[in-house]
């Protein structure tokens, strides 16, 4: 076993699991690194979130994170705080009666607590819920990922109307107003910053049965979460939706100027590219329209968030046409399992659907009662893509609708042993 999945959090990972934004996405990075070194681990849940408000004040929080630190720094397990004030501790199985105790201390200082009393009267678990990851693995797992999906999708609906979370720009909700002082230095140094090491591509792929995935496209990103923890780590970027909305196209500027670059090899190839609605009609997208071969363009994917499109239907129908008589495609992005029966792709005049993979859509039925299987069959199973599939219970319920195209880490991971595979033979 690796010592580098019981590394304790660095100081910078502590405070913003205890400021709680990031708390769910470290989870499930975390869950991924463990998922093939699960014997000997269990995990325990607190449910802060069931407390009183004045029992669950961040006092109280950083006091029954506190409580697990020593465990932490022996290296027997790593603690977790979710946005809802919920505690996760991953740990080591020789650790367990450790544990244990520090569920007496918890119980003691929240047992006035009526979640605490209900517990003892009702003789179940309501308060503390444990896995055995051996045998609850997936169940934990299927867990973290929605509620990453949910942390997510309140932090999309809190944002005012036309501010897009565009792409893979993720932004923490809470820290220092952003200022236009603060947006003109941050303008400044994205003038000047090595954004191709921030670039990341994640391939969208076919994956027909037991098929190994074949690249279809990769999509180009750049994480403004990573851009915040680099230049202005203690700022909420999103705390004035105009300032952010000015970062986010100044941001597509840095990335055109980037594909421009065609000495690049890391933008080389079949791409898409996310973009504001407004960028695409701007003059610097008109430069990198210049710099494409007419060739290329075919293969050139424009993803446009779906709150982006739907704040201005207007100027989305000009972009669109515009981007479609210049021959590229245009794919709707960040469609989740609640906005899904109001996205028809055929009216809408675009290419593809990007869909956010979700366990509840196993259901089979959208919110509004109809079959996804049928959503899938009129949007065309070549026309949709499945995205952050994590597991491979997403691509094979993907597969039992007739999705054709999937995207997450364990597309990723597949990608990555077939090309082991590949290279094993060739050096046979």
């Known amino acids: 076993m690796s010592p580098f999945f019981e590394r304790p959090l660095t100081e910078r990972q502590k405070e913003i699991a ?3 934004p990031a708390g769910e996405a470290l989870l499930l990075e975390y869950l991924h690194k463990l998922e093939r070194h699960r014997q000997g681990r269990r995990a325990v849940i607190a449910r802060l979130s069931n407390l009183q408000a004045e029992n669950r004040r961040e ?8 409580t697990f630190e020593p465990l932490v720094k022996q290296l027997k397990g790593q603690i977790f705080a979710l946005s809802n004030a919920d505690l996760i501790f991953v740990f080591k199985e020789v650790a367990l009666h450790e544990v244990e105790s520090i569920i007496v201390k918890l119980r003691f200082m929240f047992g006035d607590d009526p979640a605490l009393a209900d517990e003892a009267i009702g003789g179940r678990a309501a308060f503390f819920d444990w896995f055995l ?21 309140r932090r999309t609906q809190e944002m005012p109307k ?15 107003a952003l200022s236009a002082q603060m947006l003109a230095k941050l303008e400044e140094a994205l003038a000047s910053a090595d954004l191709a090491n921030m670039m990341r591509r994640q391939a969208v792929c076919a994956i027909v049965g037991k098929t190994p995935p074949q690249p279809v496209f990769n999509e180009l990103f750049i994480s403004i979460a990573d851009l915040r923890e680099t230049l202005l780590p203690t700022v909420n970027l999103a705390s004035s939706p105009w300032l952010f909305q000015q970062l986010t196209e100044t941001l597509d500027r840095r990335v055109l100027s980037l594909l421009n670059k065609h000495d690049d090899r890391t933008v080389a190839g079949d791409i898409s590219i996310n973009l504001n609605v407004q ?10 329209d210049d710099n494409i071969k007419a060739s290329m363009r075919g293969t050139q994917v424009l993803e446009l968030q779906k709150v982006d499109i739907f704040a201005d239907l207007g100027a989305f129908l000009f972009a669109r046409d515009f981007a479609h008589d210049r021959g590229y495609r245009i794919c709707i992005d960040g469609v989740n399992l609640e906005s899904l029966p109001f996205v028809d792709r055929g009216r809408l005049g675009i290419d593809l659907v990007k869909i ?38 997403a691509i094979d319920f993907g597969q039992s609708v007739g999705i ?23 050096r046979r």
């Open 18 to 20: 205890q400021r709680l």
């Open 59 to 66: 006092h109280h929080i950083r006091i029954a994170v506190n």
């Open 133 to 153: 990851l051996e045998r609850d693995y997936d169940s934990l797992l299927h867990m973290a990922q929605r509620m990453t999906s949910d942390e997510e999708q």
């Open 162 to 176: 036309g501010q897009p979370p565009i792409g893979n720009r993720r932004v923490a909700s809470r820290g220092e």
């Open 279 to 288: 960028t695409l009609l701007s003059p610097e997208f008109l430069v990198f």
């Open 356 to 393: 956010i993979w979700d366990p509840a859509m196993t259901q089979g039925t959208l919110p509004n009662g109809a079959s996804l299987e049928d959503y899938v069959r009129r949007c065309g199973p070549s026309r949709s893509i499945l995205c952050r599939c994590d597991a491979q219970d």
């Open 404 to 426: 054709t195209l999937f995207q997450g880490r364990h597309v990723e991971s597949l990608l990555a042993a077939n090309a082991g595979k590949r290279g094993g033979l060739r």
